[in-house]
């Protein structure tokens, strides 16, 4: 059973940066695509990021191009988001995806984190 755990969360202001870590137990890593997603109160869940796990392609929503980034480490076992130039609309829950055969902007992947919240103020 592969469990993810999201940190690294937390209140900072307009312009600061934050990098968010997601823990990734009961199987390597390298054997799932990971994707970031957020959700705003009372907005849907919305895509950030994404790696898949072959290619290590790297798909960003236009919201992130430019301030975020997404990697990997697998001697951590590990996916982090660094994230740049926070502004409040960054302000969400983030939670981090894995599955085997999904990728990129759908949001159909089999595991997911509980989270980890972020907020920016002005």
């Known amino acids: 059973q592969v469990q993810l755990v999201e940190s690294g969360g937390g209140l900072v202001q307009t312009g600061d940066s934050l990098t968010l870590s997601c823990a990734v137990s009961?199987?390597?890593?390298?054997?799932?695509?990971m994707a970031w997603f957020r959700q705003a109160p009372g907005k849907e869940r919305e895509f950030v990021a994404s790696?898949?796990?072959?290619?290590?392609?790297?798909d960003l929503a236009d919201s992130a191009v430019g301030r975020f980034a997404i990697t990997r480490d697998r001697a951590k076992n590990a996916v982090f988001l660094e994230m740049n130039g926070l502004t409040p609309e960054d302000t969400a829950v983030y939670h981090c995806a894995a599955d085997q055969r999904t990728t990129g902007r759908l949001n159909d992947y089999e595991y997911w984190g509980q989270g980890t919240q972020v907020t920016v103020s002005s």
């Open positions: 009961g199987s390597p890593i390298s054997d799932y695509n």
């Open positions: 790696l898949s796990r072959i290619a290590l392609e790297i």
